[in-house]
């Protein structure tokens, strides 16, 4: 066992926030477990024109400013996203932001994009073998830009070089208007910006764009939002972030709290979208589904509605870094009681496309 799971116990009677903290800080001076099980070949894939050992990545969110993503490879992720990244350091809201919903393994943030800035992030970035893992960087606007679009041409422009694949963060619903971008006038302008300036620092092999949306979609948003990164010559889809949703059934005290619900509550709602994108694409995004991954049944119900990869963030509060191991052996059983021989033949098995 590692620093981080006997310190598990004792990270969760301390505030989130705090808890969160200790454990980058952990992971980053290189504390953190090294998961060294081997991984079933089954697993594996190549997409986006990249390799993951296995489809079980980490969503953004946890390393904000690029500070242990080398650690989160060493605990077994298949990948990395880092971010959200702003083109300028960024304090947040106020504290106090994050709340656990223990009843509901869940959690409730409103953290608003605190991050160290887009040059932080590079420098950090910069020196990193690539050949040791997967990491991709999550873009955002900094909350006051009297232009967000021209952010993200900026952030893109900035840690392209660095990025294995790049997201656009237009679904987080802790920076006010951010989500309005998802309306097709702005994502277009958004996603051109956003391409020019990638393939003005990285003319050969860039980086693949995707684009996170909310699950929380108007009826037809997502038809319009499909069909513009189509046309747009977006490479993938992450679905989806946090909702602003509150469903009845959740139990804890801090049900109330305003900011992004995560986890198993919001499972139902981001897989069903999670197929429907899969429905609309045809195969011409690569989709990558999140909300509510906790273990091995709940990844491969996102990857039979249509996702290639899943990202998981608050499951690993719950559970520690043994999450990863977990996860992806779950996934080889369920693999092989359905007779399939690689994870790529069980994607959108269940979409009804």
């Known amino acids: 066992m590692s620093l981080i799971d ?11 926030e705090t808890a969160h903290r200790l454990t980058v800080k952990a992971l980053s001076s290189g504390f953190g477990p090294r998961e060294t099980s081997p991984i079933p070949p089954a697993l594996s894939q190549t997409i986006l024109g990249l390799t993951f050992p296995h489809p079980v990545c980490l969503a953004a969110g946890f390393d904000k400013s690029a500070e242990c993503w080398g650690g989160l490879l060493r605990i077994g992720a298949g990948a990395v996203e ?4 702003t083109p300028r ?6 504290k106090p932001r994050v709340f656990r919903l223990v009843e509901d393994q869940a959690v409730i943030n409103r953290y608003g994009f605190n991050n160290d800035g887009m040059e932080a992030g590079a420098e950090r970035l910069a020196g990193r073998d690539r050949t040791r893992g ?5 873009v955002g606007a900094n909350k006051d830009a009297a232009d967000p679009e021209a952010d993200y ?19 987080s619903p802790n920076t006010p208007g951010l989500r309005d971008l998802q309306a097709v006038g702005p994502l277009g302008r958004l996603i051109t910006g956003a391409r020019a300036a990638r393939d003005e620092v990285v003319p050969d092999n860039p980086p693949p764009l995707l684009v996170k949306i909310a699950p929380d979609l108007a009826d037809g948003q997502l038809e319009t939002i499909v069909a513009a990164c189509i046309d747009l010559k977006v490479d993938g889809l992450i679905i989806s972030n946090t909702t602003i949703a509150r469903p009845d059934t959740l139990r804890s005290p801090n049900r109330s709290e305003a900011g992004g619900l995560s986890g198993p509550p919001v499972f139902d709602a981001s897989t069903a979208l999670l197929a429907q994108a899969y429905r609309l694409a045809q195969g011409r995004l690569v989709l990558v589904g999140a909300g509510g991954v906790r273990d091995g049944a709940t990844a491969y119900a996102k990857i039979r509605a249509g996702a290639h990869l899943v990202q998981v963030y608050t499951a ?7 999450l990863f191991r977990q996860i992806r052996e779950e996934l080889a059983q369920l693999l092989l009681a359905d007779g399939l021989a690689r994870i790529e033949d069980a994607v959108g098995m269940d979409s009804g496309g």
């Open 134 to 138: 997967v990491v991709g960087v999550n």
């Open 316 to 322: 690993l509060v719950y559970k520690g870094p043994g």
């Open 153 to 171: 041409a900026t952030g893109v422009r900035r840690l392209a070089p660095f990025a294995d694949y790049l997201t656009i963060n237009i679904s």
């Open 82 to 85: 880092v971010g959200t990244l």
């Open 6 to 16: 006997y310190a598990m116990p004792a990270l969760r009677l301390l505030d989130p």
């Open 89 to 94: 350091p960024q304090a947040g809201n106020a």
